[in-house]
Protein backbone atom coordinates (compact mmCIF):
# COMPACT_ATOMS: atom_id res chain seq x y z
CA UNK A 1 0.00 0.00 0.00
CA UNK A 2 1.70 3.28 -1.16
CA UNK A 3 1.39 6.04 1.91
CA UNK A 4 -0.50 9.25 0.44
CA UNK A 5 0.29 11.81 2.73
CA UNK A 6 4.45 11.67 3.64
CA UNK A 7 5.58 14.29 5.79
CA UNK A 8 8.22 16.69 4.52
CA UNK A 9 11.25 15.52 5.46
CA UNK A 10 12.80 19.62 5.89
CA UNK A 11 10.15 20.28 8.45
CA UNK A 12 9.77 17.35 10.39
CA UNK A 13 12.62 15.44 11.08
CA UNK A 14 15.64 18.07 11.80
CA UNK A 15 15.53 18.80 15.04
CA UNK A 16 17.44 15.87 16.00
CA UNK A 17 21.15 15.39 16.37
CA UNK A 18 23.11 12.18 16.58
CA UNK A 19 22.52 9.56 18.95
CA UNK A 20 26.00 9.71 20.36
CA UNK A 21 28.50 12.03 19.30
CA UNK A 22 32.52 10.84 20.83
CA UNK A 23 35.57 13.50 20.11
CA UNK A 24 38.20 11.74 22.02
CA UNK A 25 41.92 10.90 21.16
CA UNK A 26 42.29 7.09 19.99
CA UNK A 27 38.67 6.78 20.06
CA UNK A 28 38.62 4.33 17.15
CA UNK A 29 40.30 1.86 19.26
CA UNK A 30 37.24 1.29 20.94
CA UNK A 31 34.86 1.54 18.04
CA UNK A 32 34.10 -2.01 17.85
CA UNK A 33 31.94 -1.27 20.96
CA UNK A 34 30.23 1.25 20.23
CA UNK A 35 29.27 0.17 16.73
CA UNK A 36 28.60 -3.12 18.62
CA UNK A 37 25.23 -1.27 19.91
CA UNK A 38 23.83 -0.20 16.68
CA UNK A 39 25.02 -3.31 14.02
CA UNK A 40 26.78 -6.78 13.93
CA UNK A 41 27.46 -6.29 9.51
CA UNK A 42 28.78 -3.15 8.51
CA UNK A 43 29.68 -2.10 5.39
CA UNK A 44 32.87 0.94 5.57
CA UNK A 45 32.90 3.29 2.53
CA UNK A 46 35.29 6.08 2.84
CA UNK A 47 38.30 7.41 0.30
CA UNK A 48 41.58 5.78 -0.01
CA UNK A 49 43.24 8.72 2.09
CA UNK A 50 40.53 8.82 4.88
CA UNK A 51 40.50 5.05 5.46
CA UNK A 52 44.65 4.82 5.34
CA UNK A 53 44.13 7.45 7.69
CA UNK A 54 41.11 5.83 10.11
CA UNK A 55 41.43 2.11 9.19
CA UNK A 56 43.87 0.29 11.30
CA UNK A 57 42.32 1.23 14.44
CA UNK A 58 38.42 0.90 13.15
CA UNK A 59 39.14 -2.54 11.61
CA UNK A 60 41.41 -4.13 14.37
CA UNK A 61 38.28 -2.69 17.10
CA UNK A 62 35.46 -4.27 14.56
CA UNK A 63 37.34 -7.54 14.83
CA UNK A 64 37.83 -7.72 18.49
CA UNK A 65 34.34 -7.14 18.83
CA UNK A 66 33.24 -9.94 15.92
CA UNK A 67 31.54 -7.14 14.08
CA UNK A 68 31.79 -8.80 10.33
CA UNK A 69 32.70 -5.80 7.96
CA UNK A 70 33.16 -5.52 4.05
CA UNK A 71 35.07 -2.24 2.78
CA UNK A 72 34.20 -0.03 -0.10
CA UNK A 73 36.65 2.44 -1.67
CA UNK A 74 34.71 6.11 -2.47
CA UNK A 75 35.58 8.14 -4.87
CA UNK A 76 34.06 11.28 -7.15
CA UNK A 77 30.74 13.15 -6.15
CA UNK A 78 28.04 12.74 -3.67
CA UNK A 79 25.98 11.81 -6.86
CA UNK A 80 23.34 9.25 -7.24
CA UNK A 81 25.49 6.32 -8.85
CA UNK A 82 28.11 6.75 -5.84
CA UNK A 83 24.96 6.35 -3.96
CA UNK A 84 23.82 3.23 -5.66
CA UNK A 85 26.84 1.92 -5.42
CA UNK A 86 26.82 1.69 -1.26
CA UNK A 87 23.09 0.39 -1.41
CA UNK A 88 24.07 -2.38 -3.93
CA UNK A 89 27.22 -3.80 -1.72
CA UNK A 90 25.43 -3.11 1.51
CA UNK A 91 22.53 -5.45 -0.17
CA UNK A 92 24.57 -8.04 -1.00
CA UNK A 93 26.70 -8.40 2.19
CA UNK A 94 22.94 -7.99 4.21
CA UNK A 95 24.72 -5.22 5.70
CA UNK A 96 22.94 -3.41 9.09
CA UNK A 97 25.49 -0.66 9.71
CA UNK A 98 26.66 1.42 7.29
CA UNK A 99 29.79 3.67 8.34
CA UNK A 100 31.10 6.29 6.19
CA UNK A 101 34.87 7.77 6.86
CA UNK A 102 36.06 10.41 5.44
CA UNK A 103 35.15 14.38 4.60
CA UNK A 104 31.57 15.23 3.32
CA UNK A 105 31.44 13.82 0.65
CA UNK A 106 32.09 10.38 1.43
CA UNK A 107 29.92 11.18 4.82
CA UNK A 108 26.87 12.26 2.59
CA UNK A 109 26.83 9.19 0.26
CA UNK A 110 26.98 6.82 3.31
CA UNK A 111 24.22 8.98 4.74
CA UNK A 112 21.74 9.44 1.21
CA UNK A 113 22.62 5.09 0.70
CA UNK A 114 21.80 4.60 4.65
CA UNK A 115 18.62 6.80 4.33
CA UNK A 116 17.03 4.94 1.07
CA UNK A 117 17.63 1.06 3.13
CA UNK A 118 16.00 2.79 6.44
CA UNK A 119 19.68 1.55 7.90
CA UNK A 120 21.18 2.90 10.45
CA UNK A 121 24.21 5.26 9.95
CA UNK A 122 27.85 5.72 11.59
CA UNK A 123 30.40 8.82 10.57
CA UNK A 124 34.06 8.58 11.34
CA UNK A 125 35.24 12.57 10.03
CA UNK A 126 39.34 12.75 9.22
CA UNK A 127 38.71 16.12 8.62
CA UNK A 128 36.31 19.25 10.11
CA UNK A 129 35.58 20.88 7.04
CA UNK A 130 31.46 20.40 7.18
CA UNK A 131 28.78 18.88 9.80
CA UNK A 132 28.15 16.20 7.15
CA UNK A 133 29.15 13.60 9.98
CA UNK A 134 26.16 14.91 12.44
CA UNK A 135 23.55 16.28 10.07
CA UNK A 136 20.45 14.74 8.60
CA UNK A 137 20.74 16.21 5.09
CA UNK A 138 23.25 15.59 2.39
CA UNK A 139 23.76 17.67 -1.09
CA UNK A 140 23.55 15.66 -3.82
CA UNK A 141 25.43 16.66 -7.42
CA UNK A 142 25.34 15.19 -11.03
CA UNK A 143 28.43 13.72 -12.04
CA UNK A 144 30.32 16.10 -13.16
CA UNK A 145 29.83 18.46 -9.96
CA UNK A 146 26.87 20.43 -10.32
CA UNK A 147 24.85 21.01 -7.43
CA UNK A 148 21.53 18.73 -7.73
CA UNK A 149 19.48 18.80 -5.19
CA UNK A 150 19.59 18.92 -1.26
CA UNK A 151 18.62 15.69 0.32
CA UNK A 152 16.50 15.88 4.07
CA UNK A 153 16.27 12.72 5.54
CA UNK A 154 14.33 10.48 8.80
CA UNK A 155 17.51 10.25 11.09
CA UNK A 156 21.29 11.64 12.07
CA UNK A 157 24.41 9.55 11.96
CA UNK A 158 23.59 6.92 15.47
CA UNK A 159 27.32 7.65 16.22
CA UNK A 160 29.98 9.95 15.23
CA UNK A 161 33.39 9.00 16.02
CA UNK A 162 35.76 12.19 16.08
CA UNK A 163 39.57 10.97 16.27
CA UNK A 164 41.04 14.95 17.03
CA UNK A 165 44.70 13.78 15.97
CA UNK A 166 43.96 12.66 12.86
CA UNK A 167 42.39 15.72 12.07
CA UNK A 168 45.02 17.49 13.65
CA UNK A 169 47.37 15.83 11.12
CA UNK A 170 44.84 16.67 8.09
CA UNK A 171 45.61 19.37 5.67
CA UNK A 172 44.58 22.56 7.55
CA UNK A 173 42.61 23.56 4.43
CA UNK A 174 40.14 21.53 5.28
CA UNK A 175 39.47 22.70 8.85
CA UNK A 176 39.62 26.58 7.23
CA UNK A 177 36.88 25.28 4.83
CA UNK A 178 34.52 23.84 8.14
CA UNK A 179 35.51 27.38 9.93
CA UNK A 180 34.33 29.24 7.28
CA UNK A 181 30.62 26.95 6.24
CA UNK A 182 30.15 27.17 10.80
CA UNK A 183 30.59 30.99 10.51
CA UNK A 184 27.69 30.78 7.74
CA UNK A 185 24.93 29.77 10.47
CA UNK A 186 25.60 33.20 11.73
CA UNK A 187 25.44 35.34 8.95
CA UNK A 188 22.94 33.61 7.24
CA UNK A 189 20.86 32.65 10.32
CA UNK A 190 20.91 36.65 11.13
CA UNK A 191 19.84 38.16 7.92
CA UNK A 192 16.78 35.09 7.98
CA UNK A 193 16.01 35.82 11.44
CA UNK A 194 15.51 39.82 10.29
CA UNK A 195 12.97 38.66 8.29
CA UNK A 196 11.27 36.93 10.68
CA UNK A 197 8.45 39.35 13.06
CA UNK A 198 7.58 36.57 15.87
CA UNK A 199 10.73 33.93 16.05
CA UNK A 200 10.34 30.62 17.83
CA UNK A 201 11.72 29.16 20.77
CA UNK A 202 13.44 26.88 18.55
CA UNK A 203 15.10 29.96 16.31
CA UNK A 204 15.98 32.01 19.24
CA UNK A 205 17.84 29.05 20.68
CA UNK A 206 19.46 28.25 17.36
CA UNK A 207 20.38 31.93 16.87
CA UNK A 208 21.62 31.99 20.56
CA UNK A 209 24.27 29.04 20.13
CA UNK A 210 25.16 30.13 16.60
CA UNK A 211 26.56 33.66 18.58
CA UNK A 212 28.41 31.50 20.62
CA UNK A 213 29.73 29.76 17.90
CA UNK A 214 30.69 32.96 16.28
CA UNK A 215 31.93 34.62 19.53
CA UNK A 216 34.18 31.23 20.37
CA UNK A 217 35.28 31.33 15.99
CA UNK A 218 36.84 35.23 16.54
CA UNK A 219 38.39 34.05 19.92
CA UNK A 220 39.90 30.60 18.82
CA UNK A 221 40.05 29.92 15.36
CA UNK A 222 43.25 31.79 14.68
CA UNK A 223 45.06 29.88 17.09
CA UNK A 224 43.74 26.50 15.85
CA UNK A 225 44.20 26.92 12.42
CA UNK A 226 47.95 27.61 13.77
CA UNK A 227 47.97 23.92 15.94
CA UNK A 228 46.55 22.37 13.02
CA UNK A 229 49.44 23.43 10.68
CA UNK A 230 51.67 22.22 13.19
CA UNK A 231 50.09 19.09 13.63
CA UNK A 232 49.67 20.08 17.34
CA UNK A 233 46.15 19.01 18.94
CA UNK A 234 45.83 21.60 21.40
CA UNK A 235 42.52 22.32 23.28
CA UNK A 236 41.46 25.33 20.91
CA UNK A 237 41.87 23.09 17.53
CA UNK A 238 39.95 19.99 19.74
CA UNK A 239 37.16 22.73 20.47
CA UNK A 240 36.68 24.25 17.27
CA UNK A 241 36.52 20.87 15.91
CA UNK A 242 33.56 20.22 18.08
CA UNK A 243 31.98 23.79 16.51
CA UNK A 244 32.38 22.56 12.66
CA UNK A 245 30.81 19.23 13.48
CA UNK A 246 29.01 18.99 16.63
CA UNK A 247 27.45 22.79 17.32
CA UNK A 248 26.96 23.69 13.52
CA UNK A 249 24.48 20.26 13.32
CA UNK A 250 22.56 21.06 16.52
CA UNK A 251 22.30 24.79 15.13
CA UNK A 252 21.01 23.66 11.68
CA UNK A 253 18.83 21.34 13.00
CA UNK A 254 16.82 23.64 15.66
CA UNK A 255 16.99 26.88 13.18
CA UNK A 256 14.97 25.29 10.33
CA UNK A 257 13.83 28.78 9.85
CA UNK A 258 17.04 30.50 9.89
CA UNK A 259 20.19 28.41 9.89
CA UNK A 260 19.08 26.22 7.08
CA UNK A 261 20.85 28.38 4.43
CA UNK A 262 20.39 31.80 2.84
CA UNK A 263 22.40 33.57 0.05
CA UNK A 264 25.87 32.25 1.05
CA UNK A 265 24.97 28.90 0.42
CA UNK A 266 23.14 29.87 -2.74
CA UNK A 267 25.57 31.57 -4.40
CA UNK A 268 28.08 28.21 -3.11
CA UNK A 269 25.37 26.45 -5.20
CA UNK A 270 24.75 28.95 -8.21
CA UNK A 271 28.84 28.92 -8.09
CA UNK A 272 28.64 24.89 -9.00
CA UNK A 273 27.56 26.21 -12.40
CA UNK A 274 31.40 27.07 -13.24
CA UNK A 275 33.31 24.61 -14.36
CA UNK A 276 36.37 25.77 -12.06
CA UNK A 277 34.84 25.98 -9.37
CA UNK A 278 34.59 21.82 -8.65
CA UNK A 279 37.64 21.46 -7.12
CA UNK A 280 37.39 24.28 -4.51
CA UNK A 281 36.49 23.27 -1.02
CA UNK A 282 32.65 23.51 -0.34
CA UNK A 283 33.44 26.10 2.80
CA UNK A 284 35.76 28.65 0.71
CA UNK A 285 32.80 28.92 -1.78
CA UNK A 286 30.61 29.51 1.04
CA UNK A 287 32.90 32.30 2.70
CA UNK A 288 32.97 33.93 -0.60
CA UNK A 289 29.10 33.57 -0.73
CA UNK A 290 28.85 35.48 2.66
CA UNK A 291 30.61 38.25 1.05
CA UNK A 292 28.32 38.92 -1.38
CA UNK A 293 25.05 37.99 0.83
CA UNK A 294 26.84 41.40 2.98
CA UNK A 295 26.61 43.04 -0.01
CA UNK A 296 22.69 42.45 -0.58
CA UNK A 297 22.13 42.96 2.64
CA UNK A 298 23.91 46.91 1.99
CA UNK A 299 26.17 46.53 4.86
CA UNK A 300 27.79 49.26 5.85
CA UNK A 301 31.75 49.11 4.81
CA UNK A 302 33.31 48.61 7.73
CA UNK A 303 31.51 45.82 8.80
CA UNK A 304 32.07 43.92 5.42
CA UNK A 305 35.82 45.25 6.06
CA UNK A 306 35.95 43.56 9.20
CA UNK A 307 34.75 40.24 7.82
CA UNK A 308 36.86 40.16 5.06
CA UNK A 309 40.04 40.99 7.16
CA UNK A 310 38.54 37.95 9.36
CA UNK A 311 38.55 35.55 6.86
CA UNK A 312 41.96 37.14 5.15
CA UNK A 313 43.81 35.22 8.36
CA UNK A 314 42.15 32.31 7.36
CA UNK A 315 43.53 32.04 4.28
CA UNK A 316 40.40 32.90 1.85
CA UNK A 317 40.48 36.04 -0.55
CA UNK A 318 36.65 36.03 -0.63
CA UNK A 319 36.70 37.40 -4.60
CA UNK A 320 36.85 35.17 -7.91
CA UNK A 321 40.28 36.11 -8.02
CA UNK A 322 41.04 34.74 -5.08
CA UNK A 323 39.68 31.63 -5.38
CA UNK A 324 40.86 31.47 -9.02
CA UNK A 325 38.10 31.37 -11.25
CA UNK A 326 37.78 33.73 -14.28
CA UNK A 327 36.10 36.75 -13.41
CA UNK A 328 34.07 36.87 -16.78
CA UNK A 329 30.30 38.25 -17.38
CA UNK A 330 29.33 34.69 -18.51
CA UNK A 331 30.61 33.31 -15.60
CA UNK A 332 28.40 36.10 -12.83
CA UNK A 333 25.59 35.71 -14.92
CA UNK A 334 25.97 31.26 -14.50
CA UNK A 335 26.16 32.13 -11.02
CA UNK A 336 23.31 34.33 -10.38
CA UNK A 337 20.95 32.91 -13.07
CA UNK A 338 21.60 29.07 -11.03
CA UNK A 339 21.52 30.81 -7.60
CA UNK A 340 18.76 33.16 -7.47
CA UNK A 341 15.90 30.99 -7.70
CA UNK A 342 17.47 28.74 -5.00
CA UNK A 343 15.49 27.16 -2.12
CA UNK A 344 18.01 28.81 0.71
CA UNK A 345 18.30 31.85 -1.60
CA UNK A 346 14.35 32.35 -1.11
CA UNK A 347 14.73 32.70 2.76
CA UNK A 348 16.49 35.85 2.52
CA UNK A 349 14.58 38.72 3.80
CA UNK A 350 14.54 40.93 0.77
CA UNK A 351 13.44 39.64 -3.28
CA UNK A 352 17.00 39.21 -4.56
CA UNK A 353 17.40 39.72 -8.77
CA UNK A 354 20.17 38.02 -10.88
CA UNK A 355 20.95 41.91 -11.33
CA UNK A 356 21.15 42.24 -7.55
CA UNK A 357 23.68 39.27 -7.33
CA UNK A 358 25.97 39.97 -10.28
CA UNK A 359 26.05 43.94 -8.82
CA UNK A 360 27.21 42.45 -5.01
CA UNK A 361 29.67 40.27 -6.48
CA UNK A 362 31.13 42.96 -8.99
CA UNK A 363 31.42 44.77 -5.57
CA UNK A 364 33.21 42.10 -3.90
CA UNK A 365 35.56 41.81 -6.60
CA UNK A 366 36.21 45.33 -6.77
CA UNK A 367 38.20 45.05 -3.55
CA UNK A 368 40.88 42.85 -4.55
Given at each position: MTKENRLDPQTAYLQAAPAQYINEKGILKKAGAYVSEWGGRVLISGGVRALNAA?????????????????NIFKGEVSQSN????????????????????????IDTAKAAAEDMRLPVAAVPTIAATCAAGSAFAVVYTEDGQFEKDYFMTQNPRLVMVDPQIIAEAPVKYLKS???????????????????????????????????????????????VEQCENNELGDELKEIIDLNIYLTTIIQSLGQNTSRGAAAHGIHNGMTSIEESHDLLHGLKVGYGIIVQLYLEDKA??????????FNELGLEPSFKGLGIPFTEDNLKKTAAKSVNDTVMLKMPIEVTEEMIIEAMKKVESRV
Open positions: EKDLIASLDENNIYWEKINIIKEKAKKMKANLIIGVGGGKAGILDSLAKWYEGKAVESGIANPSLETVVAMNLAEILYNKMREEAIIAEEYIDDVIKF
